[in-house]
C-alpha cells in the first residue's frame, strides 16, 4: 500500500520559534491534507491541498504542495505553547483514490 | 453542535467481551469511516462506509462488524475482544468518497 515518510518524528522547541515539518512519498498524491491532534482528542484539519505548488495559510500555519506532488510541508511560524500536539499529514493518492494515506505524525514539544 | 460525535468516549471491559462504539454525524454527509490508533499513534482505517454500503474492509478481523442504519451513522460492534483491541478508535465522515475527512474524539477502548 501507499506509505507516507512523515519527519521529524519528534519536535522539541522554544516558544516564539518557527516549525517546519514535512511528508515525502515514493507515489504521486493528488490531495495533501494537514491534521493536528490533541491528546485525547480526534484530528482536526488544520490545511487541505488540491494542486501541485499550491501555497496555503491558515494563521500561523503555512502549508505547500510540492510540484511533484510527492511531498509537502507545514511551517508553523512564531510557536506558541498551545501549539502542542501530534501532527499528521495524510494524502490520496491517485484519480479516483479513496483511501486516505496517513503518516506517522510529528510530535510537538513546545518550551515556555 | 458537535459534528462528528462517538460514545461512549472510554470504554473498560474484560477479555472475551462483546461491545459497541457508535457515531453520528450531524454534516450531511456520504461517507463514514472507522479509523484504529494504535499506541505509537499510527491511524489505520478498518473501514468505509459510502451511503450506506460498505466500500473499504481492510484486513480486520471479523470480529469486527460495521453497521450504518443511515447514512448520519456507522456504529462498530466487536465481537470476543482481545486483548489486543485496545487502541483509540476514531469515526470520521466525508462529503464524498475522497473527500476531506473530519475525525470525531475517539473513543479509548481498553480490553483487560
Known amino acids: 500500500g501507499q506509505q507516507l515518510n512523515q519527519s521529524p518524528q519528534s519536535m522539541f522547541i522554544q516558544e516564539g520559534e518557527d516549525v517546519s515539518m514535512n511528508c515525502t512519498s515514493s507515489?504521486?498524491?493528488?490531495?495533501w491534507l494537514w491534521y493536528k491532534q490533541d491528546p485525547g482528542e480526534g484530528p482536526v484539519l488544520l490545511i487541505a491541498?488540491?494542486?501541485?505548488?499550491e501555497l496555503t495559510s491558515n494563521g500561523r500555519l503555512t502549508a505547500q504542495f510540492g510540484i511533484t506532488r510527492k511531498d509537502s510541508f507545514l511551517n508553523i511560524s512564531a510557536s506558541i505553547p498551545s501549539d502542542v500536539g501530534i501532527y499528521f499529514c495524510?494524502?490520496?493518492?491517485?484519480?479516483?483514490?479513496?483511501?486516505?494515506?496517513f503518516g506517522k505524525g510529528t510530535k510537538l514539544s513546545v518550551i515556555p | 453542535d458537535t459534528a462528528v460525535s462517538q460514545t461512549p468516549k472510554y470504554l473498560v471491559t474484560q477479555m472475551g467481551n462483546d461491545k459497541s462504539i457508535k457515531c453520528e454525524q450531524n454534516l450531511g454527509h456520504d461517507t463514514m469511516y472507522w479509523y484504529k490508533q494504535d499506541s505509537k499513534k499510527f491511524l489505520k482505517i478498518m473501514f468505509s462506509y459510502n451511503n450506506k454500503e460498505l466500500i473499504i474492509n481492510e484486513t480486520v478481523p471479523n470480529r469486527f462488524s460495521p453497521k450504518s442504519p443511515d447514512k448520519a451513522h456507522l456504529n462498530l460492534h466487536i465481537n470476543s475482544l482481545e486483548l489486543g483491541d485496545s487502541a483509540v478508535y476514531f469515526c470520521a465522515s466525508s462529503r464524498g468518497l475522497g473527500d476531506t475527512q473530519y475525525f470525531g474524539p475517539g473513543t479509548r477502548l481498553t480490553v483487560l
Open positions: 507515489s504521486i498524491f493528488n490531495t
Open positions: 491541498l488540491y494542486k501541485a505548488g
Open positions: 495524510a494524502g490520496f493518492s491517485g484519480a479516483g483514490s479513496y483511501q486516505l494515506t
